[in-house]
Structure formats: structure tokens, C-alpha cells
């Protein structure tokens, strides 16, 4: 059997050039407000009594090192989706949002579960405000609502100080919302495709005479169908945050946010496509393996306090702490095959229902200092912290008293062939824990007027107990594992606008997958390096980046196989190699253009020296641009691409490489409101959107209408 088990895990660049090109014949003399990326505005409250005032931070990220360093002088590649982009393409939710990422590779195989890869290896870490756990199997259920976050940062390469453990691949960062210092915002009604239906409101406002507290509201309700059949999602999500001064030198910050996820006739493992034959098979795109009376529905809340005090003039210190919990409730339906294909007629498919009820838990607290500290005749940077997370998970399942027969008929089937089984009583299927405790450290040193070097560690120690998320085999009996990883980095200015660097970072992952044997495998270990160059042209208004990287990662989990007994695949420890290059170019060529074009190309080489994880794409083109039409200058538009070098599963599906558009246009119909037009898969390609596990065929082309009004 090739499918994987459920509980496991269960004419297009001329239109983008020739919109550039138009783009870069405006007028000088065009009175529209420029738009850069070179900064995303970011409202923080100062250290100072009495008085709140915006502050723009330019390129700022704490990357992989924790200082707060321009990304221009980060030796890391760092990608950032800013809000102006998640609005003008309309992505609504974080898939599609991150879709837009340079090296990144969204793998949808289900419909409400889903992996990321970057560099060639799944990202196990996701982040908010620079906080977070890794993600089990490196996986991510359910979606963020992006109209809640200002900013998406993509750090590619190892986590370096971000928490110790981590791999080759990345990490991804959401940054909040967070009040401003003028009252205020907008609400934005959406109508498109498949039924969708949305409404958001972002409201802020000053609470205190002086200015010194403030308070922003997120609301956002999206429901919607789906080109697949009978799938329907509704999601609602709110936030709140509040901000201000806590005597003369601190400043506080409280917020609250949930999210209600619910999701009707989800599709719970993938398709099967290869035929007993050797031949692929080919449905309509809307084909489905979920039943009518099946959902998956996840809600979570979290609860986070900042604290921030200056010390000095130079010192800083921040604590943070952020509670978690959440809960999901499923009734899934599994169609797999034993032989891992279809028959002739397409047949051979048979059923298995699932129920369940899960809860989890998870804490963080971070407390640090910041500042600058004279040496040598210069001024360097450094920061010292400790921080402590745990996450505690429970998942019971109900057995099943009576059901159908398991043998489906051919496929695309409809979605009353299989009726709701009576379910039994419920028992744990899954119950465990981990806690992580680190210490870190890292210290940006000014060697000389050119010159910079960065060096951090990062002390861990990892205790897991109980069973992983997804249960079955041998139980944790309170496994502990210490480990102390080392963080450098130098960078060189070439000339004050071009910058050459270079780093290394050793690599750390428990693993939650087992071998053959039911035991849990061997954290992995390795190491990555990473060399370029970033320069700024035009005024800093556009930022390009060549790196070059190499990963080295050794016991990496990859399947081996499948236990039919134990009805769950089971994995073998591998070395495994990635290396390639990047290249990024992001900000404005013009007063009123802004471009980003990103390639990524890479090579994956298992213990033989042989190809190995051949669904990953090797080669892959982003590219964004928008403009002001110069003849109407209250109308702007903007068109995306999407290109991936072909990929396939061995004894699976094969996508060959294929090239998706979006695009958008916006009319101002006045200061306070404007309606936006967005059309996605403009060319209506058919294509897969991943072969990792089976395949889901991707959405055909959608539109939709917005209209956003100022308050």
C-alpha cells in the first residue's frame, strides 16, 4: 500500500513584464504617493512618559539571531510579505499567503492539514511576534486568518538562536497587529467565487487624553465553498490588543485572540491517481474522497502579555508570555487503496471512518535583555536570554460499533455512497507532552568600520513524555536531551550599499517518527552554511540578494514503508544533502512600482549520493508587481506568477512543471473607499497542487470584489 495511513498524515510572464514595462514609462511628475517595501510601518509605543509615537522601522527583523538587525545587514536570507501585498492579492488565508513566498513550497495534500518546504526540508518551526513551538511532523492544521497579522517574515535557512532546535529548511515569523497613534480603520466586504461570502473590520483607537494607552480591534468572518465537492469552510477570528506606558520607562502590552475554524466535508488523505497499469488517471478537478456527514472543526485561543522596560539608554529588557489552548473535533473519512493504485475501470478504493476529540495546551515565556555595550573604541550589540515552552496534547477516538462495507465503488464516487457508521465509546489515543528549556546568546561585534561579525549559542534541554501527537508504538517514559548549538556569522560592506556575508549554524531536531520496530527515532543532527551578497539601488528603494547554501542533515526520518498489520508507515534515519542558490529582488523601481521576483534552485542528494524527496520541486519563480495606471491615476493594478519545475512520487502522481497568474486591480472611488477585482489561476491551468501524498487537483480560476471603506 503506497497511500499514506491517515493517522499519520492521514501567456503569463509576458503579462507581468509588459506591466512592468508600462509601469516604468509614468511620468515623473505623477503626484501619487510613493510606495516602498523597503519598510513596513510599524506603530510602537517609545519610552517616553506620557506619549505614544508612531516609529518606522526599515527592513528591521530579528532573524535568526534575536538583534534587531536591518535585513540588508542579516547574514540570513529573510523574505517579508507585508500587508499591502496580502490585500492586493486578496490572500485571505495563510496558505495562500505564503504561496507568495520566495523558496517556499505550500504542500496542501489535504484540505485542513498541510506542510511547508524550504531549501528541501519540511519547516518545523511557525512563529507569532517571535514566539512559538515547533510544529508536530511538521505539519500545520487548520489556516491563519492573515487580515490579523501586519507582516509575514520567511527566514530560510537554519533557526539558528530562534529556539535551538530546528533543521535546514526556515522559519516562518507572523507578525501582529498592534495599536497606532491615530483613531481610526476601515472594514472591507468581499463577495467571490464558490459562494464566498467575507467581512473584516481593523479598528484603532487612542484611549487615554495624553495619548499614553491605545487599543486595536480585528474581526473577520470569511464562509466559502470550494472547487471540490461539497467542501465548505467557515472561518471567524478576532483579536484584540491594548498598548501603553507603565510608569516613566516601561511599556505594556495585553492582547487576546480566537479563532474558530470549521471546515464540512474535508477530504482526509489525498487522491489516488496511478492505475494498475502504470497510467495516471485523470478526474475532474472538483473530485473528492469525503463523505456528506464528515467535518473537521478546530478552534484556538491565545492570551499574551509583553513587558518592556529601558533600562538605560542603551539596555533593554522584555519579557513575554503568550498561553495557548486549543480544541478540534472530527468526523473523517480515509479511501485508500492496499496496492497503492486504482484498477482499470477505477475501482479498488475502500473506506474507513474516523472520530475524534482532541485538546492542547501549550505556554511560553521569554524574558531577554537587549543593548549596546562599548569594547575596542566601538559600539556593539547584544542580547541574553532564557525561555521555557510546553506543550501538552490529548486525542481521544471513538471506536466504530457497526459500518458499511469498506468497498467503494469506482471513483469519483458521490458523497452519500458510504453512510455515517455508529460510533462507539471513545478512548486516548494520543497523550503526551514536551518542554523546552534554553538559554541563549548572541553579540554583534563591529570589528571594524566594514567589518561585522555575529556570534551566538543557544543551550537547550528537550523532555518529551507520553506519545506524539499521533499515537501507536513505543511510549516516552520522560526522555531528556541536552544539546548546546553554536550561531556565527560576518558580514562585510563592499561599498555602503553592497554587503557580502556568510554563516554557519549546527542543526538539532527530535523526531516524532518511528521505525519499524514502533520506537521512536534518533533526534537528527547536521549543519548549514550560507553565503551571499545584498545590495540596495535606488535610494534603498530595492533590495536583491544572491545566496548560496549548502545542508548537511544526518538521521533524517524518511519513510520506509507501510506495516499492514499495525496499519501505519513507518520511517528509516537517512542522510540527507540539500545545496543551491536564491536569488531576490524586492522594493520599487518606481515612485509608484514595486516588484519582487524571487528563484529558488536547488539539489537533494540522499546517502547514495542519488536524487531522494523527488515531490519537492528543484526549481522554482515567484514574481509580483504592481502599478499606478498613469493616464488614471486612481487606478492601480498588479499581477503575480507562480513557476515550478516539474515534480513526482515514486509509484505515484507525476505534475509536470506548470506556471499560474494572479491578478488585481484597484479603483479609488474616493479618498475613504475603493473597490478591488481579484482573479486567481487567470488562465484557468489544471494542475496538482502536490504529489507527496496522493494529490488534490488546485482550484480552476476564481475572482472576487472587495470593497474598502475608511472609517
Not at 485561543?301 to 513575554?320: G, N, Q, V
Not at 479498488?348 to 569594547?375: C, H, K, M, N, Q
Not at 545590495?535 to 548560496?548: G, P, S
Request: aromatic share 8%; charged share 20%; hydrophobic share 35%.
Amino acid at each position: 500500500m503506497k497511500t499514506r495511513h491517515p493517522l499519520l498524515f492521514t501567456r503569463s510572464t509576458c503579462a507581468l513584464a509588459t506591466l512592468v514595462a508600462m509601469s516604468t514609462s509614468q511620468a515623473q511628475t505623477q503626484t501619487t504617493p510613493a510606495q516602498t517595501s523597503e519598510a513596513t510601518s510599524l506603530q510602537e509605543t517609545t519610552l517616553k512618559p506620557f506619549v505614544i509615537t508612531g516609529k518606522r522601522e526599515r527592513r528591521i527583523s530579528k532573524g535568526a539571531t534575536h538583534l534587531d538587525l536591518e535585513i540588508k545587514d542579516t547574514p540570513q536570507t529573510i523574505s517579508t510579505i507585508d500587508k499591502d501585498t496580502l490585500r492586493d492579492f486578496g490572500t485571505t488565508g495563510s496558505n495562500d499567503a505564503l504561496r507568495l513566498g520566495t523558496g517556499l513550497n505550500v504542500d496542501e495534500w489535504e484540505t485542513n492539514r498541510t506542510s511547508y518546504t524550504a531549501r528541501g526540508f519540511d519547516v518545523m518551526l511557525t512563529q507569532i511576534d517571535g514566539l512559538g513551538m515547533t510544529n508536530d511532523w511538521g505539519l500545520v492544521v487548520g489556516q491563519q486568518d492573515t487580515y490579523l497579522f501586519d507582516k509575514i517574515e520567511l527566514i530560510r535557512g537554519a533557526n539558528g538562536l530562534l529556539t535551538g532546535v530546528g533543521n535546514a529548511s526556515g522559519t516562518i515569523n507572523y507578525v501582529r497587529k498592534r495599536p497606532t497613534n491615530k483613531d481610526g480603520g476601515e472594514v472591507i466586504a468581499t463577495l467571490g467565487s464558490n459562494s464566498q461570502k467575507r467581512l473584516a473590520l481593523d479598528y484603532n483607537k487612542i484611549l487615554t487624553e495624553d495619548g499614553s494607552w491605545a487599543a486595536r480591534l480585528v474581526v473577520a468572518h470569511e464562509d466559502k465553498d470550494s472547487h471540490l465537492r461539497a467542501l465548505n469552510d467557515r472561518r471567524s477570528s478576532l483579536y484584540g490588543v491594548v498598548e501603553g506606558q507603565v510608569s516613566r520607562d516601561g511599556v505594556l502590552t495585553l492582547g487576546l485572540s480566537t479563532q474558530d475554524n470549521r471546515q464540512r466535508a474535508p477530504m482526509w488523505g489525498s487522491l489516488t491517481l496511478t492505475r494498475s497499469d502504470g497510467m495516471q488517471a485523470e478526474f475532474d478537478s472538483s473530485a473528492s474522497t469525503s463523505q456528506d456527514w464528515t467535518y473537521w472543526n478546530t478552534r484556538s485561543t491565545t492570551a499574551f502579555a509583553e513587558y518592556t522596560h529601558a533600562l538605560s539608554p542603551d539596555w533593554e529588557a522584555k519579557a513575554s508570555y503568550n498561553h495557548t489552548r486549543g480544541s478540534s473535533a472530527t468526523k473523517l473519512f480515509y479511501a485508500y487503496t492496499f496496492t497503492g493504485s486504482l484498477n482499470a475501470d477505477d475501482t479498488g478504493l475502500y473506506g474507513w471512518p474516523y472520530r475524534s476529540e482532541g485538546e492542547s495546551r501549550s505556554d511560553i515565556l521569554d524574558v531577554s535583555l537587549t543593548g549596546r555595550f562599548g569594547a575596542f573604541g566601538r559600539q556593539h550589540d547584544a542580547v541574553i536570554g532564557v525561555s521555557h515552552s510546553k506543550q501538552d496534547s490529548l486525542t481521544e477516538a471513538y471506536a466504530v460499533s457497526s459500518a458499511p462495507s469498506s468497498v467503494l465503488p469506482a471513483f469519483p464516487y458521490a458523497g452519500n455512497v458510504y453512510a455515517e457508521p455508529v460510533w462507539g465509546a471513545k478512548s486516548v489515543s494520543a497523550d503526551g507532552n514536551q518542554g523546552i528549556t534554553r538559554l541563549y546568546a548572541s553579540t554583534r561585534l563591529l570589528l571594524t568600520d566594514r567589518l561585522k561579525g555575529i556570534a551566538g549559542l543557544n543551550a537547550i534541554r528537550l523532555k518529551r513524555d507520553g506519545t506524539a501527537i499521533y499515537g501507536g508504538g513505543t511510549q516516552l517514559d520522560n526522555e531528556t536531551t541536552e544539546k548546546v548549538s553554536p550561531y556565527v556569522g560576518m558580514t562585510y560592506d563592499i561599498t555602503p550599499d553592497t554587503l557580502a556575508y556568510a554563516s554557519y549554524s549546527d542543526i538539532y531536531q527530535a523526531q516524532d517518527q518511528r521505525d519499524v520496530n514502533g520506537a521512536f527515532l534518533a533526534p537528527m543532527k547536521g549543519l548549514n552554511t550560507e553565503v551571499g551578497l545584498k545590495a540596495e539601488w535606488l535610494d534603498r528603494k530595492l533590495l536583491t540578494t544572491l545566496a548560496v547554501f549548502s545542508a548537511k542533515q544526518k538521521g533524517l526520518a524518511t519513510e520506509a514503508g507501510f506495516d499492514a498489520v499495525a496499519q501505519r508507515s513507518y520511517y528509516a534515519p537517512k542522510d540527507v544533502s540539500s545545496r543551491g542558490f536564491e536569488l531576490e529582488a524586492t522594493g520599487s523601481i518606481h515612485a509608484d512600482t514595486r516588484i519582487t521576483a524571487g528563484f529558488t534552485s536547488l539539489k537533494l542528494t540522499g546517502p547514495d549520493g542519488g536524487d531522494i524527496y523527488e515531490w519537492i520541486p528543484r526549481r522554482t519563480l515567484k514574481l509580483r508587481a504592481d502599478t499606478r495606471v498613469p493616464m488614471l491615476p486612481a487606478l492601480r493594478v498588479g499581477s503575480g506568477l507562480r513557476w515550478q519545475s516539474d515534480t513526482f512520487k515514486t509509484g505515484g502522481a507525476r505534475q509536470d512543471a506548470y506556471t499560474l497568474v494572479d491578478a488585481f486591480a484597484a479603483y479609488e472611488l474616493s479618498s475613504a473607499a475603493t473597490v478591488r477585482l481579484n482573479v486567481n489561476n487567470l488562465f484557468d491551468r489544471k494542475y496538482l497542487r502536490t504529489v507527496q501524498y496522493g494529490a488534490i487537483y488546485g482550484a480552476p480560476r476564481t475572482a472576487s470584489v472587495s470593497l474598502e471603506y475608511k472609517l
